[in-house]
């Protein structure tokens, strides 16, 4: 089974890329995470180039990364309590078309880590609600990081015990709707 | 060593800055609880008879909290406004001693500019020698304050119900004092 992590942020030492990293280490035998690396160079949405002809190959990219994963874990910062431009851009992207888009029917859950108090838990709630329009079975759960400038150690691992916990939690959570979804199909 | 310090209060007596610290906790994300402390700490104490006088001070811009964005917004006006209000205050207007150490404080404590009373709760305990003969005071006590009282009122909803932070903060101190000479 294939994970397709998106972190929501663009920066090098991203706390957000970093909580990928660390639940890719705690998912279940036989299961795998790609990263998706693709995000800083999706151009901004534009229905007048909304067309496989005119999309671009970074739009492409991204659909067929959604496409192959079996499901979508994304890692969300918060700006001004809400999602961050480029990754809502990405995934008005993917949400075309409407009515078979890459991630219709498609297991997605939201991560977040945010450097305050309170783990970028509005921005989590706002991208499960797009997921959520566009098609996407969205597992209802939210993992707020807080302070996360404080919490991986220098080889990218939590430091606590209990957030370990939770993340595998998580990502156990997103496997067990994917492979339901396998046996289903 | 010929341990002739008087046994008993009276007098002024310093803060050791050292061995103290002042804190609070506040609960946020409804189930988890934040702590943080202050690194800048003064205070004093004296006893005059039965007159016993406690204050404190502390610059809220030296709270131990070094990421830059999550401490500006603490020293913004949302929260402490350090820029028109740098220090929280502490006057004592009452100090009854009970048994076994315990105390009662009650006071005047400004936050934010905004001057209300409180009661903390704890113990007073010494003075003891320290090991070169100096008296030494320890002041424990702790305080619920209601913070939206110093128009601290930030908040938000959470997603999944609930209010991002707690209304309540408890407040604590420990403070350690040695005698001034006379």
């Given at each position: ?114 450097t305050g108090l309170f783990g ?24 707020p990081?807080m302070q996360?400038?404080a ?35 | ?22 804190s609070f906790a506040v609960k946020h994300m409804v189930v988890s609880t934040f702590r943080t402390s ?25 709270i131990d909290i070094?990421q830059?964005?999550f401490?500006?917004h603490l020293?913004?006006?949302?929260f ?67 913070r ?6 930030w ?9 991002a932070l707690g209304?309540k903060v408890v407040?604590a ?10």
């Open positions: 089974m294939r994970i397709l992590g998106i972190s929501g942020s663009l920066r090098k030492d991203s706390h957000n890329t970093a909580l990928l990293r660390a639940a890719a280490e705690l998912l279940p035998p036989g299961v795998e995470l790609e990263l998706f690396d693709g995000l800083k160079a999706i151009p901004p949405y534009n229905a007048d180039e909304d067309t496989p002809e005119l999309q671009g190959p970074a739009v492409q990219a991204l659909k067929d990364a959604i496409e192959r994963a079996d499901a979508v874990l994304i890692s969300t910062p918060e700006y001004n309590h809400s999602i961050p431009g480029v990754l809502k851009n990405a995934l008005d992207w993917a949400s075309r078309p409407v009515a078979d888009n890459v991630l219709r029917g498609k297991p997605a859950a939201v991560i977040g880590a945010s970028a838990v509005w921005a989590q709630a706002e991208v499960r609600k797009v997921l959520g329009a566009i098609g996407a079975e969205v597992v209802d759960r939210e993992l990081v996360a400038h919490q991986f150690d220098e080889y990218g691992n939590l430091h606590e015990e209990d957030l370990r916990v939770q993340l595998a939690e998580h990502v156990a959570a997103l496997v067990e709707a994917a492979a339901s979804k396998k046996v289903a199909a | 060593m010929s341990a002739t310090a008087p046994s008993t209060l009276e007098g002024t007596w310093a803060l050791d800055k050292l061995h103290s610290t002042a202050f690194k800048d700490i003064d205070a004093t104490f004296a006893a005059d008879g039965d007159d016993i006088a406690l204050t404190g001070t502390v610059p809220a811009e030296s070094d830059p964005d401490r500006g020293m913004s006006a949302e402490f406004d350090v820029a028109n209000t740098p220090n929280i205050e502490f006057r004592s207007t009452s100090v009854k001693r009970g048994a076994d150490d315990a105390v009662e404080v009650e006071g005047e404590l400004t936050v934010k500019g905004i001057t209300q009373p409180v009661t903390a709760t704890g113990t007073l305990s010494g003075p003891v020698a320290d090991v070169t003969g100096t008296d030494r005071v320890g002041v424990e006590l702790e305080a619920d304050v209601d939206s009282i110093y128009d601290l009122n908040n938000a909803p959470l997603p999944k119900g609930g209010e209304k407040l101190v420990h403070l350690e004092f040695v005698r001034q000479e006379a």
